[in-house]
């Protein structure tokens, strides 16, 4: 689905080094360049890649399952907590680097 995202947002498939792709994945959620991730940021991510996945199955021929569903404000706030480990109440690039570590590993 991360795949389908970046090619939707105009993001060509090439070798990158981790720090490229972290920065890359950072910029989907950090789209005004502001340096961190706000709560109202992850929200328009999350809605994007439900819409996304609507309009992938109106093309496809299984549209009879979703494993998108919409989250609340309070979970959203709930993962900036966990991973704002300086406290400023976003998630700069530094954290988010730590949290997509493992994935790009």
Do not use: C
Request: net charge negative; no cysteine; aromatic share 8%.
């Amino acid at each position: 689905m991360a795949m389908q995202i970046l090619a939707a947002k105009g993001y060509a498939t090439q070798q990158r080094s981790s720090e490229e792709e972290a920065r890359m994945y950072f910029r989907l959620f950090d789209v005004n360049d502001k340096g961190y991730i706000t709560v109202e940021d992850l929200k328009r991510v999350q809605q994007e890649a439900v819409q996304l996945e609507q309009e992938m199955m109106l093309t496809s021929n299984d549209s009879s399952s979703s494993s998108s569903a919409t989250v609340s404000d309070e979970f959203v706030q709930a993962i900036i907590d966990k991973f704002d480990v300086n406290s400023t109440g976003a998630i700069e690039f530094e954290e988010f680097r730590r949290i997509i570590h493992p994935i790009l590993s």
